[in-house]
């Protein structure tokens, strides 16, 4: 990879894409809400490790909530989310970074993909097809997401702190808001968020 | 969506916001934790991410043998002024094929359809082959493909030129696969 790619596509990953030279972003005409080909080629070749290993992370999080749990199933809906950005069936916003919108394709899949073996088991990841039923023995047949999901928040039912952050954050606030609204100090919050994340990937390992 | 699932959705998200914003010292110090190795997950995360990106380039590659194979169907079957029912009947293939190799670059044909167009038109044996993208061809196999793709226009009947370039490509195909 071109070091020209190389920065621009970090700089793509860190800022998302209309940044000015102050780094402030700037309002997309509406036409131009949608990055092209070629940006979400160069930002996904800009991806570093600590990136990978995010949305590693956030597949084996689907894999698990709605899918079999499998490795190599949270492995095939991060390619195929990737497949379907530089193929372009999946268009970038803008206004998200694209780390975020690896995240909602994987999301938006993994319920296609739920809903379908709802009927269907043994539906594949990145074909849509059904495989034989040799292949994928351990499918679970039911796959509740929900529950799923309650498992993992139920890690933090007893750190009442843990919780108020996420629900704060699942409403929308921002960090400096949160610590605001729960009187906390930033480095209250910090640990409060390591704590979260430490719990978590205890959960996906 | 009930306001139970609401929520659940929300906080989900939350959690996964807490992993994107997360900085690579947060990261180790969580999977560390975990017993998780950072960087094997890294790895495995650029392996995907590399294979995404060589699956994007092999799509490019195949879709341009695609195309060719669209162009030069198109024209034997225009030289042979047969329409695409009329060729589907005569190759005794299904019309679908014809019409998805004709305007869909991204269309698989069957190999059976593959097969007996080489046969109706007498193309060189495995010709029609290399330009279903069913087996690995040179660049410049690839680059004469899309050289031929690209000089091809729309017309009713052949141009001198179309016939040139019609004439020109099979007898490249003959001598690849002669080789």
Do not use: C
């Not at chain 1, 190389?6 to 800022?15: A, C, K, N």
């Not at chain 2, 698989?108 to 087996?135: H, M, W």
Request: charged share 35%.
């Amino acid at each position: 990879m071109s070091v020209r790619a190389e920065f621009t596509g970090r700089r793509i990953i860190e800022e998302g894409v209309n940044v000015n030279s102050q780094g402030q972003r700037e309002p997309s005409p509406k036409e131009n809400r949608y990055a092209t080909l070629d940006e979400a080629r160069a930002a996904i070749e800009g991806l570093r490790d600590v990136d990978n290993t995010k949305l590693m992370a956030i597949a084996k999080f689907f894999s698990q909530t709605r899918l079999s749990g499998d490795t190599s199933e949270a492995e095939d809906l991060l390619q195929e989310a990737i497949t379907k950005t530089l193929a372009g069936t999946r268009r970038w916003n803008r206004s998200v970074t694209i780390l975020k919108h690896l995240d909602r394709t994987m999301e938006s899949d993994s319920s296609h993909i739920a809903g379908k073996r709802a009927a269907h088991p043994t539906v594949a990841i990145r074909t849509g097809k059904r495989e034989p039923k040799s292949v994928r023995a351990d499918v679970r047949t039911k796959i509740d997401a929900a529950e799923e999901v309650e498992k993992i928040l139920a890690i933090f039912r007893n750190d009442s702190p843990a919780m108020d952050v996420l629900q704060l954050r699942g409403d929308g606030f921002a960090a400096s808001e949160i610590r605001l609204k729960l009187g906390i100090s930033e480095a209250e919050y910090e640990t409060i968020t390591r704590r979260i994340r430490r719990h978590l990937a205890k959960r996906l390992t | 969506m009930n306001r139970n699932e609401h929520d659940r959705n929300k906080m989900s998200e939350a959690l996964r916001d807490l992993l994107l914003e997360a900085s690579e010292d947060d990261l180790r110090d969580a999977f560390a934790n975990a017993g998780e190795d950072f960087d094997i997950l890294a790895a495995r995360g650029r392996s995907v991410v590399e294979r995404a990106l060589a699956s994007a380039e092999d799509s490019s590659e195949v879709e341009n043998l695609h195309r060719g194979l669209g162009v030069l169907i198109q024209l034997l079957r225009r030289k042979k002024r047969l329409s695409l029912d009329e060729l589907a009947t005569e190759a005794r293939v299904d019309v679908s094929e014809i019409r998805g190799i004709e305007h869909d670059a991204t269309f698989d044909a069957n190999p059976r359809t593959i097969y007996q167009l080489e046969q109706y038109f007498k193309l060189p044996s495995r010709s029609l082959v290399l330009l279903s993208g069913a087996v690995h061809v040179e660049h410049d196999v690839q680059e004469e493909v899309v050289r031929f793709a690209a000089s091809a226009t729309e017309m009713n009947k052949l141009s001198r030129e179309e016939k040139k370039e019609l004439n020109r490509i099979v007898k490249f195909l003959q001598e690849y696969t002669d080789r």
